[in-house]
């Protein structure tokens, strides 16, 4: 199965690690050091700016317009 989760970006759910709540990302020293080595691989995708969510996947990471909620009702077939 795959899953939408905004910018044009669908991604394979296999594939996916952890979804979780942007806000995450300022309490927690260890997402943003994860967040920092995968910017500096390239492999960080979406836009922080409008981001709900981040979703983790086995090389990458996305930051989604779409809530964890919503993110854990889409699939795509």
Known sequence: ???DIGNNYVIESKY???I???Q???TSSKI???IEDVEAAG???GDEEEAKSIVITDDSLYY???STLTLKKT???
């Open 64 to 66: 989604s317009p779409l």
């Open 43 to 45: 492999k960080l995708f």
């Open 75 to 77: 699939k795509v077939l």
């Open 32 to 34: 943003q050091r994860i």
């Open 1 to 3: 199965m795959f899953i």
């Open 20 to 22: 979780i709540d942007i």
């Open 24 to 26: 995450l990302k300022k």
């Open 16 to 18: 996916v690690i952890s």
